[in-house]
Structure formats: C-alpha cells, structure tokens
C-alpha cells in the first residue's frame, strides 16, 4: 500500500480494541514531510438493548454494523456459526475460535426480535394488504365506500372479510432424508394465490437455547425465569408443518 500523495510507504495501526471483528484503523504516511493521515472508525449498528443487558453506556459487540452484518450474511443463506467462523479464522481474523460457539449466538439473539418485526411489517403490513386488495377490488358497501378501506381501518363488517385461498410450505433447519424428520426448528408460511407472496409465517422448535443453558449453568436447581422461549412444539419434527399451516390459519381467522 502506497500513500495517496506522495506514493510514500504507510503504517496501517488499530488505535482502538478490537471488537469482535469491529475495529477502528488509521493509515499514516511514513513520510515526515508528508500530511496524509486516514482514520476510519468502526460503524455504529442501531440494534436495541433488551431489559435486563446492564447499561447502554457499556460497549458491546452488537454495536457494531461489522459484526451484525456479518451473522446476518450468514442467517440468510442458512448457516450459523460454525461456518461464520470458519471463514473468520481463513481471512486471519481475530476470535475465530470464539465467534461461532458463542459470539454468533450473542448477535443473533439480539437481532432476532428486529428481524421479526421486520418479517410482521413486510408480510402482514405489505404482503397481505396486497392480497386483500386483489380480493375485494373495486367493491363498495351500501354507502359507496371502498370494501378494501373499511378492511384497512378495520371497519369492515366479519362478514365481508375477504377469503383468501392459499398454499403453504415449510423448511427444517435440517435437511430430512426420506421419511425421516430429525430437525429442532422449522419455518413455515402460507402464500396468496393471487400474488404469491406471503400471507404469514410462522416458527416451530423443539427447543431454546436459553432453557438449555439455564438448565447447565449454576441455577440448575433454580425455576427458569420468564424469557422469550423458542420451545412451542413437543411432537415430532415431521408433524411441524401441519400444525404450523393450522397456527397461520387461526391467525389470519382471528385477525
């Protein structure tokens, strides 16, 4: 690497600690009589704090738009941290060794709520509404107001809700091999006949990370506190989907 201006050798230095993969770098000119100086500082990622996670004031990994976009890289092509570090500990990256068992986790947990959020809005606040447009057209009321209106403001009568037909499917966190079901998480969501896009979605698993670690850890003995727990199925991974199809049916009846 050459300095800019003067085409000078440079000192690449990391002024600030490393955080996870996040850092800040300074790029300075070896040559006195030259100015160049480059400071770039880690970008900030605007991810909430949950209750109960100490004081904001406090660095943490999730803070950084470098660590967060790279568990999410990962989380939309189906992996974790297994392979997040591998590629971490390729490039020469520092905690390699510590990003996928725990770190990855760490991220993921705190991302999780906002990616949720971000799945209710596209699909309910989008998705649906589009369907539902399809559905009722230009049909009026007695009144001559606009059916999908009154659907919007959620003035229309039970009765003139729009029906939509459907189709549903659904993916396991692990591949199954014939009839054998062995996964401990699924996604499912039903799609619009009309637009194909998705209606609703919903999340099964057979377990949560937090039970589990509570259930290990040094309050074994102790009842697990209330917590955001993942485990909403005690039957077999391969009766997921139906009972995922039923949960996006009563959903969309009920609301």
Not at 79 to 93: P, Q, Y
Not at 185 to 198: E, R, V
Request: proline share 5%.
């Amino acid at each position: 690497m050459k300095c800019p201006r003067c085409r000078s050798a440079v000192t690449v230095t990391f002024p600030s600690k490393w955080q996870c993969i996040a850092s800040s770098t300074r790029i300075e000119c070896t040559n006195q009589i030259c100015s160049f100086v480059d400071e770039e500082k880690r970008s900030a990622a605007n991810v909430p704090i949950p209750d109960n996670h100490g004081s904001e004031l406090k660095p943490r990994i999730i803070d950084w738009q470098t660590n967060v976009l790279h568990v999410l890289a990962f989380l939309s092509v189906g992996d974790g941290g297994t392979e997040a570090r591998r590629l971490l500990g390729m490039l020469g990256m520092p905690n390699a060794t510590t990003f996928g068992p725990r770190l990855f986790g760490t991220v993921e947990e705190h991302v999780g709520p906002v990616l949720q959020e971000i799945a209710n809005e596209a699909v309910h606040g989008g998705d649906l509404v589009e369907e539902a447009k399809h559905l009722l057209g230009n049909r009026k009321d007695d009144n001559g107001v606009m059916l999908f209106d009154l659907w919007q403001e959620k003035k229309l009568p039970r009765e003139l809700w729009p029906r939509a037909t459907t189709g549903g499917n659904m993916g396991w966190q692990k591949r199954s091999r014939g009839h054998l079901h062995s996964s401990l998480s699924g996604d499912a969501i039903l799609h619009g006949q009309h637009t194909w896009k998705p209606t609703a979605w919903h999340v099964m698993g057979k377990c949560c990370s937090f039970c589990q670690g509570w259930k290990r850890g040094k309050h074994k003995d102790e009842d697990i506190p209330v917590h955001d727990c993942r485990n909403n199925w005690d039957g077999s991974s391969g009766a997921m989907e139906p009972a995922a199809i039923l949960e996006m049916y009563k959903l969309l009846h009920k609301k």
